[in-house]
């Protein structure tokens, strides 16, 4: 079984709807981060949390939400999709307790479409 | 604040012919350097990483790359590619600014031909 899964892997919906992107993983780790990948430009940061408790916005959360609902899981809403929206999603996570060599590991994406 | 730029967004390679693929990075202190590769319909996987010590890092399915300070690069190579290689490559920088903050590239896809 896959380390970090999301779903679903694939999303159509269409403009003002609200979706909810799903995280989950089994790596035990406290650190969990949500990017958007658009083609040309790489991953851009949306939001980041250390845990539950401990929520962040990143480079570009404007339109998104999200919720850590256990140190497992971490979900992604936009309120009101736009077709701007429409992207790659990945979902990371890393541990804190691997210091100096922390990394991030991506799960296999979820690939929406806002009509 | 860090950035990295890859400067080929597509590279064709013949199947077993040698590869490098460029990154740049900008960074006021000692940078961890991260490659990632995506093949078609798949996520982002971890070939290899650099945070400290040997300059030449040796990652996943025969990659390497070689951290060079004084040209702020860290080229990611393979002496054969085979055309299960071709994907696109992905560059990250790592600040630790409270946490790992990773800034990417914008990619290089690699074609193989035959």
């Known amino acids: 079984d896959a380390d970090v899964t999301q779903t679903p892997r694939n999303r159509i919906t269409k403009t003002g709807k609200r979706i909810m992107l799903e995280c989950s993983q089994t790596k035990g780790h406290d650190r969990m981060y949500w990017y958007r990948q658009d083609p040309g430009l790489g991953l851009r940061l949306i939001y980041y949390?250390?845990?539950?408790?401990?929520?962040n916005k990143g480079e570009i959360s404007d339109g998104y939400s999200v919720s850590r609902q256990a140190q497992a899981k971490f979900s992604l809403s936009l309120e009101s999709a736009i077709p701007n929206q429409t992207a790659l999603y990945f979902c990371a996570t890393s541990d804190v307790r691997d210091r100096d060599q922390e990394t991030q590991y991506f799960g296999p994406g979820t690939r929406l479409l806002v009509l | 604040a860090q950035s990295v730029t890859q400067p080929d967004i597509h590279i064709t390679v013949s199947e077993g012919a040698s590869l490098e693929l460029r990154c740049n990075y900008s960074y006021g202190a000692t940078p961890y350097l991260f490659w990632y590769v995506q093949s078609p319909g798949q996520g982002l996987q971890l070939l290899l990483k650099y945070f400290s010590g040997d300059t030449l890092v040796q990652g996943i399915k025969g990659f390497e790359a070689e951290f060079k300070r004084s040209q702020s690069s860290f080229n990611l190579r393979k002496p054969s590619v085979h055309w299960s290689d071709a994907a696109e490559y992905f560059c990250?920088?790592?600040?630790?600014?409270?946490?790992?903050?990773?800034?990417f590239g914008t990619g290089t896809r690699l074609l193989v031909s035959p």
């Open positions: 949390s250390f845990d539950v408790k401990d929520i």
């Open positions: 990250a920088v790592g600040a630790r600014t409270g946490f790992q903050k990773l800034v």
